[in-house]
Structures are given as C-alpha cells and as structure tokens.
C-alpha cells in the first residue's frame, strides 16, 4: 500500500526563525513528489515539484529536498513570517497516475 | 485567467440524500481530479477524469461518481449521503495528466455537511 508519512504533526515556532518539515513515503513506482501549502478551509497551493533526479529545489524562502534511495523529502521554511502559518501537506505521485497525501504537518508562526 | 472553479462552496445535506458538486479546470486543462478532506486530515483521492473518462480511482464506494464533459468540467456525485461523507471536495486540474512538471491547480474546495 502506498503510503506518505509526515512529521512532526504539528509545530510552532517564532518568526524569523527557520523549520524543517519531514516526509517519508513508500510509494512505487515514483513519479515525483510535490509540496503544497494550505491556509485553513481553502485549496492547497503548489510550492515545489520535484522529480527523481532531483535533490534540491527552492521557492522563495522554500526549499524542499529528495532523495529517491531513502524515500525522504524534506522542506525548509527560512526565516518565517506570520503568513507562513499553515498546513503544509506532501503529495507523491506514481506512474500509474496516482496520488497519495501526507496527512500534512501544521506550522504554526508566533509572533 | 480563472483558475479551477467549484460550487458550491458550502451546502448542508441529510443522511441519505444525493447530492452534485460541479468543478470548472483552469483554462487549458485536460485532466481533473477529485480529492476528499476531512477536518484535520490529508486529502483522499476520489477518481480522476481524463478527456471524459475515468482513467483512476482511490478507494471510494460507488455511492461516489462523477462525470466530464467535452469542455473538461467535471461533476462529482454522491448518493446516500452519510454523516462521514461530511468534508471538503477539492477538484484539481492539470494538464495531460500528472506527468512530471505538470503543476496541478486546485480549487477552493466545496463544504459538504451532512446531518
């Protein structure tokens, strides 16, 4: 069964400060693996695509890693801001056309 | 340029009732997908349709269907109608799929309750 495991469930931090999410997955065959920010009661929105040859790739003050022997992505927020705040949920897709979501971790940004 | 569009944004249905959800893709998108999210939760996927047919399906009872029409808008259908269907519908558009690169575009997301 493919399944996409996020950690921590939920964290808070101070603004300005930086924070790393996690996301393991066991899905086969790999296609690419995206990470999607979502304010609370709305759609989620792309921040990163990644494919299998792929380690690194930024946006804005996103960065998110791959690396396809381990199944782990990561996705570091730097020096975060208030907007941050969010669900940040990690999506992998197979071949076979086939999405399967992380449960997502919560950030919470405090002042 | 509209991005994916859905109506309605909330509705409050009874148990055993049937209810449509109807999903408009970003201008130029082929492909639509529907996804399931309960309160605190990952999003579940539903089906996905592709030039009017159902290419996928997540592990949904046939009380959920769903339909695409020759413009690529979509409908998502639920019969019966349970207290855990109670979520938020998000519709996803993409174009040709889900091949690498292909950003995928979702919508704001309709509030089903059922009561």
């Known amino acids: 069964k493919n399944q996409v495991e996020q950690s921590p469930q939920s964290l808070i931090i101070l603004e300005g400060k930086n924070c790393t999410l996690q996301c393991n997955y066991t899905v086969s065959p790999f296609s690419n693996l995206r990470w999607y920010k979502q304010d609370t009661g709305r759609g989620p929105v792309s921040l990163t695509i990644?494919?299998?040859?792929?380690n690194t790739k930024s946006n804005g003050r996103y960065t998110a890693t791959l690396d396809a022997d381990t199944k782990q992505s990561s996705l570091h927020i730097t020096a975060s801001q208030l907007s941050d705040s969010a669900s940040y949920i990690c999506v992998v897709i197979s071949n076979d056309y086939k999405l399967s979501f992380g449960a997502g971790t919560t950030v919470t940004v405090r002042a | 340029d509209a991005g994916v569009t859905q109506s309605p944004t909330h509705l409050i249905k009874t148990r055993g009732q049937q209810v449509t959800l109807r999903c408009s893709p970003k201008s130029g998108h082929d492909t639509v997908s529907w996804y399931q999210q309960a309160l605190g939760q990952g999003p579940q996927f539903i089906f996905q349709y592709y030039e009017e047919e159902e290419r996928q399906r997540g592990n949904f009872p046939d009380r959920f269907s769903g339909h695409q029409f020759p413009n690529y808008s979509s409908e998502l259908n639920v019969n019966a109608l349970l207290l855990g269907d109670s979520a938020l519908y998000l519709c996803?558009?993409?174009?040709?799929?889900?091949?690498?690169?292909?950003?995928?575009?979702f919508g704001e997301g309709s509030w089903l309750t059922v009561v």
């Open positions: 990644m494919t299998f040859s792929e």
């Open positions: 996803a558009s993409s174009l040709d799929g889900l091949s690498s690169g292909n950003t995928i575009y």
